[in-house]
Nanobody, 126 residues
Framework: QVQLVESGGGLVQAGGSLRLSCAASGLTFSTYAMGWFRQAPGKELELVAAINRSGSRTYYLDSVKGRFTISRDSAKNTVALQMNSLKPEDTAVYYC???????????????????WGQGTQVTVSS
């Protein structure tokens, strides 16, 4: 049974930082790309950042480039999202997701992902 468990969300003031973590189990971690999605109230789900199965390629939403960093630890089967210089518009529920990969190219679409976590709330106050 595949499980993705997020942690690290919370309330932070604008300009602050948070680090989200996702622990994966029940899958062969090295064969999965990992992504962080978010959904704000009334808005569509969007891919914030992704990292391929080997960690050699990353993807970032334009609005988070230079502020967010995604990383993975294959020894611990975890993926992290370091979020700096947070803005009120970053407020959303953040989801960890896993995509079974046959190559190292990142497909930045929701439908490519096979497994999802339960989500963690990130609230940035102004």
């Amino acid at each position: 049974q595949v499980q993705l468990v997020e942690s690290g969300g919370g309330l932070v003031q604008a300009g602050g930082s948070l680090r989200l973590s996702c622990a994966a189990s029940g899958l062969t971690f090295s064969t999965y790309a990992m992504g962080w999605f978010r959904q704000a109230p009334g808005k569509e789900l969007e891919l914030v950042a992704a990292i391929n199965r080997s960690g050699s390629r990353t993807y970032y939403l334009d609005s988070v480039k230079g502020r967010f960093t995604i990383s993975r630890d294959s020894a611990k089967n975890t993926v992290a999202l370091q979020m700096n210089s947070l803005k009120p518009e970053d407020t959303a529920v953040y989801y960890c997701a896993a995509e079974r990969q046959s190559n190292d190219y990142i497909i930045p679409v929701t439908q490519a992902y096979d497994y999802w976590g339960q989500g963690t709330q990130v609230t940035v106050s102004s």
